[in-house]
C-alpha cells in the first residue's frame, strides 16, 4: 500500500489546473469583477494534495499489518478488517457516495464503493437528464479534488452567468428574476452549470477508480458490532468495515435498517420531462426560466450543444399514466395555450423523448446517524427539484464528512503514537458521525424547506383574479392582477437576493483547504445589473432575427418555411453604421402588403389572403432593437393581439411597439393572423455555436 501513495500524489498533481484568482469584497459590483477577472495574472494557491498524515496512515498500515492481523481475534475484528488501518463502506454509486468515496480516497483513506448496477445509474441519468451543479457544490467539488471540478465544468454548460428567474406561464413575463453570478463572483466561488447526470457520473467514477467501486453488489443488511460494522451483500457475502454510509438514495436501504421503514412523501406532483434541440433567441441573456400557472408549472433550462431541457410539473394523484404516444397531447393539453417558452419547446420534442415520474421527497429528520453507521444525500435529506440543490447537498455532505473523518484519524494517529495501540482503537466513530450530522442538518434542513415552499408557490400561484376559483372565473377575462401574486412579487424581491446568497455562499466557510478565487472564463455582461432592474432592455438585448409567423404554424429550427410549407415572413433588421456613435438610431422598413413593395431601405412581407391591402402596415426596425408597427390600410385595419390576451385595433398613421409574441391581424380575415416570432441569428456568439451543435 505504501507503494500506490506516491503515483496517487503524482496524479492529483497532473490533475491540478492553475486558476486566475483576484482579491474579492463585497464591494465588487458585475463590472468592476468582470474587469478585473479579464486583467489578472495572480494565480489561486492550488488544492493541497493528500495530507502527509494521512500518507503516514497508509504507510504504518504496511508497515504493522501482519501483527494487527495476528491481535485480530483478541480484538474481535474480522481478519480481512485487520489489514487496513481504517476503513469506510459507501452503499451507493451516486453522485453523494462517489464524492465522498473520492475525498477519502485523495486523503488516504480506505474505502469500497458497493453498487448494483453502475450502468443502471448511468441509466438513471439519461431518464433524468441534465443536473444543475451550482456554486456552493463547485466549490465544495474543488475542496474534493480540483481536477475533478475542472474537468466537470469543462463538460458543463454555465447558465449563472446570465438571467435567471421566475415568469408568468401564460404571457412569458418576468415575474422576479435571479441573479446566481454576483454572490458567486464576489465570494470567490465558481459560477452555476448544467452538466448530463452520465457525464458527472462518468467523471467521478473514473476519478474513484474500478478499483474502489465493486459494481453487481449492493447493501442488504448490517450489523454494528461495537468495534466494526458487518455490512451483507446482495450476492450473499458479507465485508465488514469501521464505517457505513448509505447513499443509496430516496429509497435507502441503510436507511430502512438503521431508522425504520418509512415511505417517501409524494409531492402532489407528477413530472413530464424532455430534451430537444432548440435554441432559444435569447440565449445569450437567459439561462433557465420557471414558468407558473396556478397548480402547474413548467421549467426550462440551457444545457448546451443547441439542446434545452425541461420539466412541466402538474398537481394531480400519483400513479397516473398516458396512453402509449400521448404524453405530448396531454402536455399540449395542459400547456398549450401558454407562453411561447414552453410551448416551442414542447413541440420541438419528439414523442419517444418525453418521459413522466411522480415526484417525491422525505419529510426532515432530526437524526440520521447511530453508531458507526449515518446517512448522506437522499437517503438523508430527499429533496424536491424546485431549488436545484438535491445533488449539491450530497456533494456538501460528501465533502465534510470526509473533512470531519480525516480530522478524527489525525487526532487517533497521535494518540496512537503516543499511547500505542492501533490507530483505530482513538477514534471515536460514533463521534464523528454525530459532528457530521450535526453540521449538515440545519442547512440541509432549510434547503429542503426552500424547495417544498417554491412548490407550494406554484400551487397557489395565480395571475388575474377568478384564476383557480370557479364561481369567480368570469373575473380571469378583465386581467385584474391578483393581489398574492403582487404581494408575493414584493415579498420576494425583498428575501430573495439574500436566500439566493446563503444558499449559494453560506456553506464556504466550511470548505477548508480552498482559497476564495475566480476564474477568467466565468464572466457575465457588464449589463447584467442592468438587465435585472429593467425588462425591456433585457428584451432589447436579444440578437435575434424577427419574423412573421403563420399563427397556426410552428416555427422552424431553420430555414424560410413551416412544416406546412408555409413561408416565414422575414422583418426588415436596422443596423448601426460602423464607426457610428453607440446612440445613433437608424432605421429598416418592412411593407406588409399584397404586392410586393420594397422601400428603399428594407423589405417587403408579400400575404396574399383575402382583406390584405397593396400596402397594408409598416414595420420599422429601429437600431435600438425595437419595432413599431403602423397601419397603412385605406379600409380593412389591422388589429393587435397581445401575449397578455389584449386586442385592439390599430390607430391608421400613428407607430405602437411590438413585442416577441404579439399577434398581427391583416385586416377581417382570421386566416391574415400572424405571430411576432424571434429566431437565434446563426452568425452570433452561442447562437452560432448551438445552433451549429442544433442541426449537426
Known amino acids: 500500500m505504501a507503494a500506490h501513495v506516491a503515483p496517487l500524489s503524482q496524479s492529483l498533481l497532473a490533475r491540478n489546473r492553475i486558476n486566475a484568482a483576484i482579491p474579492l469584497s463585497s464591494s465588487h459590483n458585475v463590472v468592476t469583477l468582470n474587469r478585473r477577472l479579464g486583467c489578472s495574472n495572480t494565480r489561486s494557491t492550488p488544492r493541497r494534495l493528500p495530507s502527509s498524515r494521512a500518507t503516514a496512515v497508509r504507510a504504518a498500515a504496511v508497515s504493522d499489518a501482519p501483527s494487527r492481523v495476528a491481535d485480530s481475534g483478541s480484538s474481535g475484528l474480522d481478519p480481512t478488517l485487520a489489514k487496513s488501518p481504517f476503513k469506510v463502506i459507501v452503499a451507493g454509486a451516486g453522485i453523494g457516495g462517489l464524492v465522498f468515496a473520492l475525498a477519502c480516497k485523495n486523503r488516504g483513506i480506505d474505502v469500497e464503493v458497493y453498487e448494483r448496477d453502475l450502468t443502471a445509474i448511468r441509466g438513471e441519468g439519461q431518464y433524468r437528464g441534465p443536473i444543475q451543479i451550482q456554486s456552493n457544490a463547485l466549490a465544495a467539488l474543488e475542496a474534493v479534488d480540483l481536477?475533478?471540478?475542472?474537468?466537470?465544468?469543462?463538460?458543463?454548460c454555465i447558465t449563472g452567468d446570465r438571467i435567471n428567474g421566475l415568469c408568468d406561464g401564460l404571457t412569458g413575463e418576468w415575474y422576479i428574476k435571479f441573479d446566481t453570478f454576483t454572490p458567486a463572483a464576489e465570494g470567490g466561488l465558481p459560477v452555476t452549470r448544467v452538466i448530463s447526470r452520465m457525464t458527472l457520473q462518468q467523471i467521478l467514477v473514473d476519478a474513484v477508480g474500478e478499483g474502489i467501486i465493486r459494481n453487481g453488489s449492493t447493501v442488504v443488511d448490517f450489523h454494528d458490532q461495537g468495534k466494526q460494522v458487518a455490512v451483507k451483500l446482495s450476492d450473499g457475502s458479507t465485508v465488514y468495515g469501521d464505517m457505513l454510509v448509505g447513499a443509496d438514495g430516496i429509497r435507502s436501504k441503510v436507511r430502512d435498517l438503521l431508522l425504520g421503514v418509512t415511505e417517501p412523501t409524494y409531492s402532489d406532483y407528477t413530472c413530464y420531462t424532455g430534451i430537444c434541440d432548440f435554441v432559444p433567441h435569447d440565449i445569450e441573456t437567459v439561462g433557465y426560466r420557471v414558468f407558473l400557472g396556478h397548480r402547474q408549472y413548467f421549467v426550462s433550462s440551457d444545457v448546451g450543444y443547441g439542446k434545452m431541457q425541461w420539466y412541466a410539473f402538474y398537481n394531480e394523484p400519483a400513479g397516473g399514466s398516458d396512453p402509449p404516444g400521448c404524453r405530448k397531447e396531454r402536455l399540449m393539453q395542459l400547456f398549450g395555450h401558454w407562453a411561447d417558452g414552453v410551448v416551442d419547446l414542447i413541440q420541438a420534442t419528439p414523442e419517444e423523448d418525453v418521459l413522466r415520474r411522480d415526484i417525491y421527497d422525505r419529510i426532515p429528520i432530526f437524526q440520521w446517524s447511530k453508531g458507526r453507521v449515518t446517512l448522506m444525500g437522499d437517503a438523508a435529506h430527499a429533496m424536491q427539484p424546485n431549488m436545484g440543490q438535491g445533488g449539491c447537498m450530497a456533494i456538501e455532505d460528501g465533502f465534510q464528512l470526509a473533512l470531519d473523518l480525516d480530522k478524527a484519524l489525525e487526532g487517533a494517529r497521535k494518540k496512537s503514537e503516543s499511547k500505542g495501540g492501533e490507530l483505530r482503537e482513538h477514534v471515536d466513530v460514533a463521534g464523528v458521525v454525530l459532528q457530521y450530522e450535526g453540521?449538515?442538518?440545519?442547512?440541509?434542513?432549510?434547503?429542503h424547506g426552500m424547495a417544498r415552499t417554491a412548490a407550494i408557490m406554484a400551487s397557489t400561484y395565480r395571475a388575474y383574479l377568478g384564476e383557480g376559483f370557479a364561481p369567480l372565473s368570469w373575473l380571469v377575462n378583465w386581467r385584474i392582477p391578483h393581489w398574492g401574486k403582487m404581494g408575493?412579487?414584493?415579498?420576494?424581491?425583498?428575501?430573495?437576493?439574500?436566500?439566493l446568497k446563503w444558499?449559494?455562499?453560506?456553506?464556504?466557510f466550511a470548505l477548508e483547504g480552498r482559497a476564495p478565487y475566480c476564474r477568467i472564463t466565468d464572466k457575465?455582461?457588464?449589463?447584467?445589473?442592468?438587465?435585472?432592474?429593467d425588462d425591456d432592455a433585457l428584451e432589447r438585448a436579444t440578437e435575434a432575427e424577427w419574423f412573421l409567423l403563420p399563427a397556426a404554424d410552428r416555427m422552424p429550427l431553420s430555414g424560410t418555411t413551416t412544416d406546412s410549407g408555409r413561408p416565414i415572413l422575414p422583418l426588415a433588421v436596422a443596423v448601426t453604421p460602423e464607426g457610428a456613435p453607440a446612440s445613433t438610431i437608424t432605421s429598416a422598413i418592412t411593407i406588409v402588403g399584397s404586392a410586393e413593395c420594397a422601400p428603399a431601405s428594407?423589405?417587403?412581407?408579400?400575404?396574399?389572403?383575402?382583406?390584405?391591402?397593396?400596402?397594408?402596415?409598416?414595420?420599422e426596425s429601429r437600431s435600438d432593437h425595437t419595432f413599431y408597427v403602423t397601419d397603412l390600410s385605406q379600409s380593412q385595419g389591422t388589429w393587435i393581439l397581445r401575449v397578455d390576451g389584449a386586442r385592439s385595433k390599430l390607430t391608421p398613421g400613428s407607430p405602437t411597439r411590438l413585442h416577441p409574441g404579439d399577434s398581427l391581424q391583416f385586416g377581417p380575415n382570421?386566416?391574415?393572423?400572424?405571430?411576432?416570432?424571434?429566431?437565434?441569428a446563426e452568425d452570433s456568439g452561442r447562437g452560432k455555436e448551438a445552433i451549429a451543435a442544433a442541426t449537426a
Open 439 to 447: 453540521e449538515r442538518r440545519l442547512r440541509a434542513g432549510a434547503v
Open 503 to 508: 444558499v449559494l455562499t453560506g456553506n464556504t
Open 670 to 680: 382570421p386566416e391574415a393572423l400572424f405571430r411576432i416570432k424571434l429566431r437565434k
Open 524 to 533: 457575465a455582461s457588464e449589463n447584467l445589473a442592468k438587465w435585472m432592474e
Open 147 to 156: 481536477g475533478v471540478a475542472e474537468e466537470v465544468m469543462s463538460a458543463g
Open 602 to 619: 428594407g423589405a417587403a412581407a408579400v400575404i396574399s389572403l383575402p382583406g390584405v391591402e397593396e400596402k397594408h402596415c409598416r414595420i
Open 488 to 499: 408575493g412579487q414584493v415579498v420576494m424581491k425583498l428575501f430573495m437576493p439574500g436566500m
